[in-house]
Structures are given as C-alpha cells and as structure tokens.
C-alpha cells in the first residue's frame, strides 16, 4: 500500500502551542466567495444532484461518510451528503440543529483545505497531533479524513470541497488521493455546466 501525501511542516497553518490546538485558518476568500456561490445559486439547500455525487464518491473510496462541503466565514454547509455511516454515529454533535448538513468553520478539516487549496489526506488524524485536537474527533469519533478543493476556473478560487470521513483510521494511499482529486475536477465541471445551463 503507497504512503500517503504527508501534511508537511512548511504548509501548516498558525498553531497555539498554548492549547496544542489546530487554528482554524483565516480566509481571506471568503467574502468574495460568499458572493460567488450565490451567483452560481450555492446557498442553503441540498442538491439532489450533490448528493448523488456524493453517494458515488462513498462508494468509490470504500468511506461511510462523503460531502460536497461550501464554506462562508462562520460555517461549513453540506450540499452534498451521503451518511451511511456506522450502527450508533452520527455525522454531527447532537446539538446541532440541522444534523449532517452544517458545522462551524472549527469543526473538521475542510476549512484547511479551503484555504490551502490542496488536497489532504489524513489516515488516522491521531498521528498529526495538531489535527487530533479538532473537535470532530471526540465529538463524533472521526478518526481519517481525505478532502480536495474545488477549483472555480472563472476566479482561481477554491468554492469548497468534496471530502470523505471515517470513524476508524483508512489506508486511503496515493490510489485514493489521485481519486479524489479526479473527482473533485469532474464536480466542478458539473458545476461550469450547471451555471451555463442557467444555474443550479
């Protein structure tokens, strides 16, 4: 099995070595995507067609949990989502309002992503001390993570991701980062399509 994509020294973003916590980073994108997902129609409801990809992109990397996740400045949105899951696990802490379609920008390790707008792969999110102290591996158990940014071609930006979560550590490898980020490619194809169809 190949080694993963390690999350190297140089790209990590600021650190607390007081709580020995991951900073969720700053980004500075967000109003200008904000703006942008909502000419593409990206707002606050599912998309049967998202959550379609995301049931596909489940499948294809043997994972119980898989989104297609946009992010503003205060949360995580979920237009995108397949929850097979685990007997007892839930994707979201039962406080939330609206289970496994929303999370705080603190929460999980798309934001990373967003920002960084490179894919990452975690196969068991303890081995990275900073990232083992998010708070979606006590609150909900997630033990591995892979995501990748989706690209728009039209603003450089990156729009959100897709992504996939387990509760037990994953030997994703190099197969399945080559996957996802296929994957995330083809999505935002889906999307340009969408847009020039008239919108989404």
Known sequence: MSAPVPYTQSSQPPYDPTGHLLLTPEDRDAPARIARLRELGIGDAPIPEFDEFARNLAHVTGAPFSMV???DENRQYF???????????QLEP???NQVGRTMTRDQGY???VVVRKKA?????????????????VDEIGIRSYMGAPLID?????????????DT?????????LATIKTL?????????DMEDRGGI
């Open 69 to 71: 996740n946009f992010i």
């Open 79 to 89: 237009a995108g989502l397949y929850a097979a899951g685990r007997p007892g696990v």
């Open 94 to 96: 039962a406080q939330q």
């Open 110 to 112: 798309c934001p990373h």
């Open 120 to 136: 990452l792969v975690l196969e068991d999110v303890c081995d990275y001390p900073r990232f083992a102290g998010n708070p979606v």
């Open 153 to 165: 071609w039209k603003t450089g930006m990156a729009l959100g991701t897709i992504c996939v979560v």
């Open 168 to 176: 037990d550590t994953h030997p994703w490898g190099r197969d399945g």
């Open 184 to 192: 995330a490619q083809q999505l935002v194809e889906r999307i340009h």
